[in-house]
């Protein structure tokens, strides 16, 4: 996935973060906010005031008598003031960041938020495209990065320039100009070098990121097909493979941390210059009588509490560019449009009896490669549509335009009358049942898996509707039952357990109109006539689509239609089809020698 990488890009991405700062409608976050830079300001100006009763204390503990007067005198409350300022510096400083956590944590979680459902609410060929390690590890990185740019940009910029012309204000005031022009100078240097160096590393984090997502990519790749490493003893390759990629991440890693060292030693070289220069001119008064040791260490302790703002505007700096880097990544995928969208004011989809119509529909997914052409068919409401044809002939791409996964390239498709593009794709979807060849379960319980085909149901609705797919009495027979786990994929269940699975999630969602698409190809025949008779339950009285490479399993549909090379080549019934002898009946000769040539073979083994 390709993200800008120019300045535009990263001042979009933060122009797009600040206004979590202020979230509408969230009169307590925002009391927060205002309440977090109140103790900032505060503490700043302690910070500030407190070298001045350092000073105090320090002239007193040097006069003439001063130790024993500071014991009975106002420098020893001095010594106390400089104490409470050092204590209510750290408290004001805490107190803000965690008023501000509510903050930044509720930023976190909209943007997460945002970005989970933008990524639902994209088109199939998105994530038909994307690389899920890639995109796990863009995720993980902009959560991260969210709440750093946020609280540097609100804590660490704006207010360490304030800190700065406050120190150089009291220095102006107190010591004169020369010392503010040499700080003046110093900070200058400082911040052209922080931004120099920060902007040398940025190609190298990217580099950085870019190799934690390949590697990211090839370890979930790797890990969800397990066993296909496993099959053709692959662990070597597949470490190799990741090692590569880890090689790429451990030179940039390396870099990032070389440019880190050089950046903080120049910084440090700079400040330091700065600092001998300063301390110099105040050791010159003194010997000039100009100034009192009280000075020269205030002006030490005011240099000492600058180089804290300046680090903080070096590290914020590299923090809020660090930090867009890591977000922009979301904001890229934020910025992918939905190739299907609802049109604006969209109707919400009013389910009738499932009466679906395909009007000289054609679609292609790619121009140069023409998929369906000028197809019309008729499922009357309640009646079973079969579409068979040798792979290739688009039989899948009607159930995706169906669902409205693509839309067509021409003509329409309507339900009960009502034109599938122009309705919303939720109200849609939530009439029309799946039950596909390769049924991928979630990582979680039986009853989850089944509940979520209508989330809402109660523990008798999922037992009825596993009782009804036929697989009720093998989950009582599991030792946890409904709360047994299935696995990754669902692999801990075996392919016809897992289609029952699927049609029990099916029935309870109850839709008017089902697509039965391959639901049986990949099992074996015994397997297979078990799953026929849970759907037949499940089709009966349904509008039903069934998209089938085994003939033998559509033999009872209403109609079937013969795709071949995107057109409709025959359609009729299995006894019409067959006396025509075209190429349904083919096809159909072809699979039953096939099984046949299978059964004398087992006959023989036996």
């Known amino acids: 996935m390709q993200v800008g990488n120019s300045e535009t890009s990263q001042w979009e991405t933060l122009k797009g973060l600040l206004p979590l700062l202020w979230p509408q409608g969230r009169t307590d976050l925002k009391i927060r906010v205002v309440l977090a830079l109140t103790l900032l300001v505060a503490s700043k100006v302690i910070t500030v005031l407190t070298p001045y009763a350092f000073k105090a204390a ?42 501000f956590a509510k903050v930044g944590q509720r930023a976190v979680r909209e943007l997460s938020f945002t970005t989970f459902r933008h990524l639902h609410a994209l088109s199939l060929k998105f994530h038909l495209e994307r690389r899920t390690g890639g995109l796990s590890r863009i995720i993980s990185r902009g959560i991260n990065g969210v709440d750093s740019v946020l609280r540097f940009s609100l804590f660490n910029t704006a207010p360490t320039a304030l800190e700065i012309l406050m120190v150089c204000g009291v220095l102006a005031y107190s010591f004169g100009w020369l010392y503010v022009a040499v700080i003046a100078a110093t900070v200058v240097a400082y911040l052209w070098f922080t931004y120099w160096a920060t902007e040398r590393r940025i190609g190298i984090r990217r580099t950085m990121n870019d190799a934690d997502n390949d590697a990211g990519t090839k370890a979930i790749d790797s890990l969800l097909n397990f066993e296909t490493v496993k099959y053709f003893g692959n662990e070597n390759h597949e470490a190799k493979r990741y090692d590569g990629a880890m090689a790429i991440y451990e030179k940039a890693a390396v ?11 120049g910084q440090a070289a700079i400040y330091s210059v700065g600092l001998t220069i300063v301390m110099a001119m105040a050791g010159w008064s003194i010997l000039k009588g100009t100034s009192t040791i009280g000075d020269f260490v205030m002006i030490n302790a005011l240099m000492i509490q600058l180089y804290m703002p300046l680090n903080f505007i070096g590290s914020s700096y590299r923090e809020i560019k660090q930090g ?6 979301m904001f890229g995928i934020l910025r992918q449009n939905a190739e299907i969208a609802d049109k604006p004011g969209a109707p919400v989809f009013h389910a009738g009896k499932g009466d679906i119509k395909f009007e000289n529909v054609s679609f292609a997914y790619d121009a140069a490669r023409p998929i369906l052409k000028n197809i019309s068919l008729h499922v009357p ?11 290739g002939a688009g039989k899948s791409t009607i159930s995706r335009l169906l669902f409205r996964f693509y839309d067509v390239t021409a ?25 596909p060849q390769d049924t991928v379960l979630f990582n979680d319980t039986i009853r989850y898996n089944i509940r979520y085909g209508r989330p809402d149901a109660t523990d008798a609705e999922v037992e009825a509707a596993a009782k009804m797919a036929q697989i009720h009495n093998f989950v009582m027979s599991l030792p946890l039952g409904y709360d047994a786990l299935v696995g990754e994929r669902g692999l801990k269940l075996s392919g016809g357990e897992k289609q029952r699975v699927s049609i029990a999630r099916t029935i309870l969602k109850g839709p ?31 509008t039903t689509i069934v998209i089938a490479h085994r003939l033998s399993t559509v033999i009872e549909a209403d ?48």
């Open 512 to 542: 008017p109109i089902l697509v039965l698409d391959e639901a049986t190809s990949a099992l074996d025949s015994l397997t297979e006539q078990d799953i026929q008779g849970a759907l037949r339950t499940v089709s009966k009285n349904r």
């Open 58 to 99: 320090t002239d007193a503990l040097t006069a003439k008598g001063g130790v024993e007067l500071a014991l009975l005198s106002v420098p020893f409350f001095m010594v106390l003031a400089y104490g409470m300022g050092r204590i209510l510096m750290v408290a004001f400083a805490q107190m803000r960041d965690a008023i």
């Open 559 to 606: 109609e079937i239609i013969v795709l071949e090379k995107g057109e409709i080549a025959e359609r009729g019934t299995h006894k019409l089809l067959l006396k025509r002898k075209g190429l349904y009946a083919d096809m159909w000769n072809r699979q039953q020698q096939a099984e046949e040539a299978r059964r004398k073979l087992a006959e023989v083994d036996i």
């Open 255 to 265: 870099n990032t941390w070389v440019s880190l060292a050089v950046l903080n030693a």
């Open 411 to 435: 003509g329409r498709i309507l339900i009960d009358g009502q034109n599938i593009s122009d309705v919303t794709q939720a109200s849609l979807r939530s009439a029309i049942g799946m039950v």
């Open 324 to 329: 867009l880097i890591d977000v922009e990544g």
């Open 381 to 391: 409401a309640g009646k079973t549509v079969a579409i068979v044809g040798p792979s």
